[in-house]
């Protein structure tokens, strides 16, 4: 990411966005406001980079994690775009204008309890209120949420590493990168390789499958079958993430001729944006959630890509090295 002629008209503005994360990062160190510490272990899920760096996924995978190691994981989470900053629990049904697009799909995909908030310690007390199970806490993002104690953070970067090396609005950064990683941390890659100076492992990612959108709402478990029917048929590719471009290259790796479609994103599908007479079209599963079980107008065929995405090895190790001991493998 270069430093354009944009990026150095708004730099002034980013020196007044560092100015206010240093006046917060001395107050957190200083206590105020005191960190709050729950009855139950919390990992945080966060990045220093804004969009699209892979959080929601990593959050998923430290969930499986934790679930073969024993733990009751439950999921805190602020709820981008959300038209209130309560706290809400997200059900299956709940829609994402009141949710989020993030929070639903992580409940829907993992089933485990998930809370949104702007105060996610008052979305976790909540959580903990009311699922006496739960022994355990993962924050969709809130890696600046000092308010928030926490066990361990799983901080995430992409092939961008820092940017342009500049805060925002001027570059992609919510904080300056330290020379070290912050204590208590591990760094996650999710690239082909590191991309910052901080020693971590990489992710591995792919495309699992797809599922029909009914089928998927159904929860049916997404088939390789599916994506190798649709090679040699023309496809439309609508993706409103962050990174549509890492969506498209996925495709394009298992064959498929596609046509891109990238919408801003959380893209709301108030509106359809393909034609009615397209054919084959297929979304991501954060889009999926936004779009309803219902089959949509005209003849058109969709089709969700779910990811497989994993922690490596020595990721998973350092995670569960920070956390206190705990119920290892119970039933």
Known sequence: ?????????????????????????????????????????????????????GKTPSVRAVIELLRREG??????????????????????????????????????????PVFVGRDRVAAARALLRAHSRVDIIVSDDGLQHHRLARDAQLIVFDERGVGNG??????????????????????????????TSWPGETARRGLAGAASLADWWAGAAPSPSHLDALRGRPVLAAAGVAR?????TMLRERG????????????????????????????????????????PPGATRVWVATLDFQLAPATESQLLGLLPAGPRKKV
């Open 244 to 248: 549509p471009q890492r969506f498209f």
């Open 256 to 295: 498929l001729d596609i046509e891109e479609l990238p919408l801003p994103d959380h893209h709301a599908f108030t509106d359809l944006p393909w034609p009615t007479n397209t054919a084959d079209v297929i979304v991501t599963e954060k889009d999926a959630v936004k779009l309803g079980p219902q089959a």
């Open 71 to 112: 733990w009751a994981p439950g999921v805190v989470s602020r709820g981008y775009g959300r038209r209130s900053g309560k706290v809400l629990e997200v059900l299956r049904g709940t829609p994402t204008r009141l949710c989020g697009d993030e929070p639903l799909l992580i409940h829907r995909r993992s089933g485990v």
């Open 1 to 53: 990411m270069t430093r354009g002629l944009l990026a150095w008209l708004l730099y002034p503005l980013s020196l007044l966005y560092g100015l206010a994360v240093d006046l917060r990062r001395r107050a957190a160190a200083a206590g105020r406001p005191r960190a709050e510490n729950l009855p139950v272990p919390v990992i945080v899920v966060g990045n220093l980079i804004a969009g699209g760096a």
């Open 166 to 195: 500049w805060l925002l609005p001027a570059g992609p950064l919510r904080e300056p990168l330290a020379r070290h990683a912050p204590p208590r941390s591990v760094v996650l890659y999710n690239a082909s390789g590191p991309t």
